[in-house]
């Protein structure tokens, strides 16, 4: 907002903040900048699901009914119980609805950064102060950085986004130890295969966040979580439950069992694309950090100057130079084969010259 808009005086202060990220929409050969699945679902899978949004009437709200239902067999097809769970437009509805639940004016949060902007952004319009502890791009959290300072919410990624790292062995059971919501973040988890869900059933105050986004489900907008029961309800109750969700969102959720297979071939296929990038870049001399998502971070000498060239060249990364603790570093979303070779033989060149 220009701060001369004739509407600015109309607006909460934290309102005039700019959006937390942008992308560019140049045109492009690779798109390797949004953490993305780079394959879409097979049309058969998409062909399935339609018949079943077919089933529903859309001139009608989806009565809570529906939602529970839905919410039966989604947990079933993830493992969990029903009232374990909450089914979200994406994890960013996640991060909402703890700051609704647990943060607020008086209330504090404690961030780990850099990590994924939505963190600290959400904080803002939620009126909830924040203590962001800044750690070096190749650090993680550790049991240490659990301070003995009391927070209403810690949030921890896992895999952390943009860096891969997992946090140090103890550190998410040091932050359960303490009075405060534990937001484990495990958006990554398709790729990284490690949960703390199991630490649920003696810690009330864990809550875990997972995303659909990284698995081909991005144009959907479907997260969910995972928690204790009055945790669930108290989210769901901030939320608009139980309109909160479109049929669309419902449909997939319910018949969520038709595309986890998929899943899990898309899975395996990244972790060889990603380790196959890695291996390039090593063999190149260039600095990386191992990563447990579908992405890498790496380090170069000129990172806006690499950005640049290779958006130039038809190949979209994200440039993290602006990011305190990032400003050599570039991260590449892991694609498909030919995108990842056309990114490598750019970066080679780039390089060289
Ligand atoms: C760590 C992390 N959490 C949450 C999100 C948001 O996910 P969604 O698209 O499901 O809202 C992202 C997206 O990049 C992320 O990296």
Same mark, same amino acid.
């Given at each position: ?21 942008? *992308? ?21 899978? =998409? ?28 947990? =079933? ?33 404690? +961030? ?69 919501? *534990? ?9 990284? =295969? ?31 979580? +995972? ?58 001399? *260039?600095?990386? +950090? ?41 991260? *590449? ?21």
């Amino acid at each position: 907002m220009q701060p001369d808009s004739p509407v600015k005086n109309l607006f909460r202060e934290d309102v005039s903040l700019s959006a937390p990220f942008t *992308v560019s929409e140049l045109p492009h050969k690779a798109k390797l900048d949004q953490n993305e699945a780079p394959f879409d679902l097979p049309n058969d899978i =998409k062909m399935a699901l339609l018949d079943k949004l077919l089933e529903y009437q859309w001139n009608r709200y989806p009565q809570p009914s529906v939602y529970m239902e839905v919410k039966e067999a989604f947990a =079933k097809s993830i493992g969990y119980a029903p009232e374990n769970i909450i089914i979200t437009i994406g994890a960013d509805q996640l991060i909402q609805a703890a700051y609704l639940i647990a943060g607020g004016h008086d209330r504090k949060a404690l +961030i780990f950064e850099p990590t994924y902007p939505m963190f600290a952004h959400a904080a803002k319009f939620n009126q909830t102060n924040v203590d962001r502890t800044q750690l070096a791009a190749g650090e993680t959290v550790t049991k240490d950085h659990i301070n003995a300072a009391d927070h209403n919410i810690i949030f921890i990624v896992a895999p952390n986004n943009p860096t891969g790292l997992m946090p140090e062995e103890g550190a998410i059971e040091a932050a359960l130890a303490k009075n405060s919501l *534990v937001f484990v973040d495990e958006s990554y988890f398709d790729y990284s =295969k490690k949960t703390w869900a199991h630490l649920l059933k003696d810690n009330p105050n864990l809550f875990i966040a997972r995303s659909a986004s990284k698995s081909c489900l991005a144009g959907i907008r479907l997260g969910y979580g +995972i928690g204790h029961p009055d945790v669930i309800s108290a989210m769901e109750s901030t939320l608009t439950a139980p309109y909160h969700l479109s049929y669309l969102q419902l449909t997939v959720a319910k018949y969520f069992n038709f595309i986890q297979s998929h899943l899990k071939n898309l899975a395996v296929t990244i972790i060889f694309e990603r380790d196959r990038i890695t291996n390039q870049l090593k063999g190149m001399g *260039v600095p990386y +950090i191992p990563s447990q998502g579908n992405f890498v971070l790496f380090k170069v000498a000129n990172p806006s100057d690499v950005y640049r060239k290779l958006a130039e060249s038809g190949v979209r990364v994200r440039s993290l130079h602006s990011i305190p603790g990032l400003s050599d570093y570039v991260r *590449v979303t892991v694609g498909k084969d030919k995108e990842n070779d056309l990114f490598i033989k750019q970066l080679k060149g780039i390089l060289a010259s």
